[in-house]
């Protein structure tokens, strides 16, 4: 079966770690025909990514961008956009947020007496803005942290060890959670508007792991907006919701995208193709692709 991954990252996004020839060379040795590099609110890697396409590989632009729609925070994927100087301002502007949201985020985490080591968090990011997968990172190495109980889980055997960085991101910084910040990006229309008016299609990513209920309700209202289509096939959806977003996709005529959210390193359990359609949902799948190569 053709195999299409639309959701990935390369180095360019803060939280993931692969180049892009690298992660482009993974895709290809694991049969992927179709791709797009989705880094987080920036489309630095749009020209790398595509001058590695080829008679075999087909290469979409993508983005991925933090956006605020009716109070609640969401991921809007981009596909087969132009890059434009539109993309730049919008990662300026994520960079300014995320700074001065960084020292807030240091005072909460020592809230709960984890020792922080600010120069080996330095050292791991690069220079580039500590992403809270980082924290977690410099936060389980250091030995002063050992026995914390609050970390237990995230160290061999524990329940969240599996992908522990990012479960740690989730499970201190998600929503509602006791380092949860408040923050409003960019409305999704006006991100929406963006992508389009550069010639693409903006998609919504994984709503699985944004809301929990009446998922189709919350689509049917950003389809109002100006967003095209949906990530049905996404390691956040169950085969339950998956099939529910793909009816409902269907039925709107709206664009059916997978994706794997692949990170790397933060995400270990996630392999690129990992999107878990099937062959009869690639008829729309491949819609989604011909109108983004166009």
């Known amino acids: 079966m053709e195999k299409i991954d639309l959701h990935m990252h390369s180095n360019y996004s803060d939280d993931a770690d692969?180049?892009?020839?690298?992660?482009?060379?993974?895709?290809?040795?694991?049969?992927?025909?179709?791709?797009?590099?989705?880094?987080?609110?920036?489309?630095?890697?749009?020209?790398?990514?595509?001058?590695?396409?080829?008679?075999?590989?087909?290469?979409?632009?993508?983005?991925?961008?933090?956006?605020?729609?009716?109070?609640?925070?969401?991921?809007?994927?981009?596909?087969?956009?132009?890059?434009?100087?539109?993309?730049?301002?919008?990662?300026?502007?994520?960079?300014?947020?995320?700074?001065?949201?960084?020292?807030?985020?240091?005072?909460?985490?020592?809230?709960?007496?984890?020792?922080?080591?600010?120069?080996?968090?330095?050292?791991?990011?690069?220079?580039?803005?500590?992403?809270?997968?980082?924290?977690?990172?410099?936060?389980?190495?250091?030995?002063?942290?050992?026995?914390?109980?609050?970390?237990?889980?995230?160290?061999?055997?524990?329940?969240?060890?599996?992908?522990?960085?990012?479960?740690?991101?989730?499970?201190?910084?998600?929503?509602?959670k006791v380092c949860y910040m408040p923050v409003t990006y960019p409305a999704m229309s006006a991100m929406a508007e963006v992508i389009r008016d550069n010639g693409g299609i903006p998609i919504v990513a994984h709503i699985g792991a944004n809301v929990k209920q009446d998922h189709t309700q919350v689509i049917d209202k950003m389809l109002k907006v100006g967003v095209m289509g949906l990530e049905v096939f996404s390691s956040y959806h169950s085969p339950k919701l998956a099939d529910q977003l793909y009816d409902f996709a269907v039925e709107r005529s709206a664009f059916v995208s997978c994706g794997s959210d692949f990170h790397g390193r933060n995400k270990p359990k996630i392999e690129v193709g990992q999107c878990a359609y099937g062959p009869q949902h690639l008829t729309e799948i491949r819609r989604l692709v011909a109108a983004a190569s166009a």
């Open 18 to 176: 692969l180049p892009v020839d690298v992660l482009i060379a993974r895709c290809q040795k694991q049969g992927i025909s179709t791709l797009a590099v989705t880094d987080h609110n920036r489309a630095d890697s749009v020209a790398a990514a595509k001058a590695l396409a080829s008679s075999t590989l087909n290469v979409l632009s993508g983005i991925e961008i933090d956006c605020t729609f009716e109070g609640r925070n969401y991921h809007l994927l981009g596909y087969g956009f132009t890059p434009a100087e539109d993309f730049a301002a919008i990662y300026q502007n994520f960079s300014a947020i995320q700074r001065e949201l960084t020292p807030q985020k240091f005072e909460k985490l020592r809230e709960l007496n984890f020792y922080l080591d600010e120069q080996r968090l330095e050292q791991v990011c690069g220079g580039a803005i500590p992403q809270e997968e980082q924290m977690g990172e410099v936060i389980l190495e250091d030995e002063r942290n050992d026995g914390h109980p609050l970390l237990l889980p995230y160290r061999a055997g524990g329940a969240r060890a599996d992908m522990p960085l990012i479960n740690f991101y989730w499970d201190f910084f998600g929503p509602g």
